[in-house]
């Protein structure tokens, strides 16, 4: 059984991905981080020592607390945070419980540095499509909520990233990491270099956005209406900030279709009662 205020690693994962998921807290001291850099999905890296200083930022929030076997340390964090007025329980078992039930860690190796205020910076080319909204997605949800995007012209992708030290993603180049390979889309990359490919549901999304993004709409069927739905967002915004934030309710809706709702499905005729479709009540 849970200790008190605490969530299991099955119930977490089940929250990861979705907008409602509550801020999770690596807790870890440096030893034990500089042992195993991984991450879980979306967590964010705070010093323990330092609670009193940064538990005013969840204020009002949802919490989880990982720490490395969840037990003294979490449960200090946790009851600080309850005290500055957030909802905060511990990750039951620490990352070495969530480790030991194989489920998926971000390595902290694969990402970008992160600026002065923690956040990991992006770039990419303006007036973005499918993949430009699909990896911002994926980043935000799963690897950093914090994440900053940059879109700028084409020409300029690699000289920002430079001046200002950010991850240029989705562009050409033999030297750029995130970025197509071969049939395979920087969606794809992404996915397999977090190390998220186990997580129910990115999988099948990774096919529809592949297909979208690379002119297969043949590879699965939900691939030709994400593009239709993509390019019309394209054209009802000028702004592309303002598109990211529309896009990402779109892939929130077809990754819970796609983990959650692939065998349901849907026609007039089912919810009509017999005397509407003609019959008699027997």
Same mark, same amino acid.
């Given at each position: @059984?849970? *200790? ?17 998921? #509550? ?15 991984? +991450? ?28 490395? +076997? %969840? ?10 945070? !309850? ?13 070495? %419980? ?6 998926? @860690?971000?390595?902290?190796? @694969?990402? #970008? ?38 879109? $700028? ?26 970025? +197509?390979?071969?049939? !395979? ?7 397999? !270099? ?16 592949? %297909? ?8 699965? #069927? ?24 529309? %896009? @990402?309710? $779109? ?17 007039? $005729?089912? +919810? ?9 009540? *027997?």
């Amino acid at each position: @059984m849970p *200790a008190i205020n605490a969530i299991t690693s099955d119930k977490l994962a089940r929250l990861i991905g979705t907008p409602n998921c #509550p801020a999770i807290i690596d807790v870890r001291t440096a030893d034990d981080f500089a042992a195993d850099s991984r +991450h879980l999905p979306g967590a964010l890296r705070r010093d323990p020592a330092a609670v009193g200083d940064w538990a005013c930022e969840f204020a009002g929030r949802n919490a989880v607390i990982a720490g490395q +076997h %969840g037990r003294a340390l979490s449960e200090g964090v946790a009851a600080w945070l !309850r005290h500055e007025k957030t909802s905060a329980e511990i990750l039951d078992g620490g990352i070495i %419980g969530w480790a030991t039930a194989e489920l998926p @860690m971000v390595p902290d190796t @694969m990402l #970008p540095r992160r600026d002065s205020q923690g956040r990991t910076l992006w770039v990419t080319r303006a007036r973005p499509k499918v993949d430009r909204i699909a990896c911002p997605w994926l980043i935000r949800r799963f690897v950093d909520p914090h994440a900053v995007f940059l879109f $700028v012209s084409p020409a300029e992708v690699a000289g920002v990233a430079d001046r200002f030290g950010a991850a240029p993603f989705d562009i050409e180049g033999d030297d750029v990491t995130w970025s +197509h390979d071969g049939e !395979r889309c920087t969606f794809d990359v992404m996915v397999e !270099r977090f190390g998220l490919q186990s997580l129910s549901g990115l999988a099948r999304l990774a096919e529809i956005v592949r %297909g979208a993004d690379t002119g297969r709409p043949e590879l699965v #069927p939900q691939a030709a209406g994400l593009l239709a739905i993509s390019l019309g967002l394209s054209r009802m915004y000028s702004d592309d900030l303002a598109q990211l934030e529309a %896009g @990402m309710l $779109v892939y929130d809706a077809l990754f819970r279709w796609c983990r959650d709702a692939t065998h349901e499905t849907h026609d007039w $005729v089912s +919810h009509q009662s017999k005397v509407s479709r003609g019959k008699a009540p *027997a």
